[in-house]
């Protein structure tokens, strides 16, 4: 990785790190082992507030099973709260919503607000349409059971990680279109937009850590069908940079990583919803890479999450 001015923090964790690689014949399900592999290295988070954590089932997509959904509030707090529905990464293939325990229980523990992580279906066992409305129907169900929830319908968001920001943006555009629900705010952090893969950032990006260019590919191909990929008839709600149309959308923070092959399509993404008069904020981080924020003891990792905790504070009019 010499190539790569990745900061030297990060640096160690590298050799540890279990390589995600689509390219090679393993099976899917030993990819989504070593990706388990991953969060395991993680030390669970430490709340300084109780936090009541309960897993339910919402109606699904018509036809569709029911979506599990994971929800996330402080123990004993009164009134309605900021809610956030948010969606996990992963490359639309591999992740689960216990991944929603180290974004969730900082932002219930240090904002109070309550969080709704959604366990979408994953491709390729359920390509497009299915995830995002899997979403969406989440989204649908937590703004119609706000006031059960201790939700102030006034102040729902949606966001996530990687392809979680991807889902995040689709599902955004489809709360517009469809006519609901309203969104006060949106967060997409490094998030998977562009099936078509032709920016810089992805085309050199083919060795960077945890994500590269040969990773895109396979999660594209996966969600959207072999041969579909970048071909004009790739749905906007599938690959939100196809969207013609951005404006009417909630506030936007976007945030990118420097050697991350997603990286420009987050950044062109920022500007074209700045160009159609959405307030959008954009944030990166030198020498990070894909995922990097999973190393919790590096500065730029802390900056990033205090930088997320104070956008989210901003966008859902958290009062501190």
């Not at 169900?141 to 990680?161: C, F, H, Q, Y």
């Not at 013609?244 to 909630?250: F, Q």
């Not at 307030?279 to 990033?304: C, K, L, N, W």
């Amino acid at each position: 990785m010499s190539k790569y001015a990745i900061d030297p923090e990060l640096l160690p964790w590298l050799d540890m790190m279990p390589a995600i690689d689509f390219t090679d014949a393993e099976s899917l399900a030993r990819k989504r082992a070593s990706f388990d592999e991953i969060g395991s290295m993680i030390p669970p988070y430490e709340a300084t507030h109780p936090i009541d954590v309960r897993n339910e089932l919402v109606p699904g997509p018509e036809g569709a099973p029911d979506v599990p959904v994971r929800i996330y509030r402080r123990a004993g707090q009164e009134g309605a709260q900021p809610g956030l529905l948010y969606i996990h990464g992963g490359g639309f293939v591999i992740g689960r919503v216990d991944m929603a325990d180290l974004a969730a229980m900082p932002f219930v523990d240090k904002l109070g607000i309550v969080v709704v992580a959604v366990d979408y279906r994953l491709a390729p066992e359920t390509p497009f349409p299915g995830p995002v409305e899997d979403c969406y129907a989440a989204l649908v169900w937590t703004a119609n059971k706000a006031s059960e929830l201790g939700i102030d319908p006034a102040r729902l968001a949606v966001g996530g990680e990687s392809a979680g920001g991807g889902l995040s943006a689709a599902t955004v555009l489809l709360a517009r279109d469809r006519g609901g629900p309203a969104l006060s705010h949106q967060y997409l952090w490094i998030p998977e937009l562009d099936d078509r893969l032709e920016t810089e950032s992805m085309r050199e990006y083919v060795d960077t850590p945890l994500w590269n260019r040969p990773n895109a590919v396979f999660s594209w191909d996966s969600y959207l069908g072999e041969g579909k990929r970048g071909t004009a008839d790739v749905s906007p709600y599938a690959a939100p940079a196809r969207a013609a149309d951005l404006s009417g959308l909630p506030p936007t923070v976007v945030t990118v990583c420097q050697f991350d092959p997603l990286r420009d399509e987050g950044l062109e993404y920022a500007r074209r919803l700045s160009q159609a008069n959405v307030p959008t904020e954009v944030r990166g981080y030198a020498g990070s890479f894909h995922g990097s924020t999973m190393i919790g003891d590096a500065a730029v990792t802390q900056r990033a999450a205090a930088d997320q905790l104070e956008d989210l504070c901003r966008g859902l009019e958290v009062a501190r």
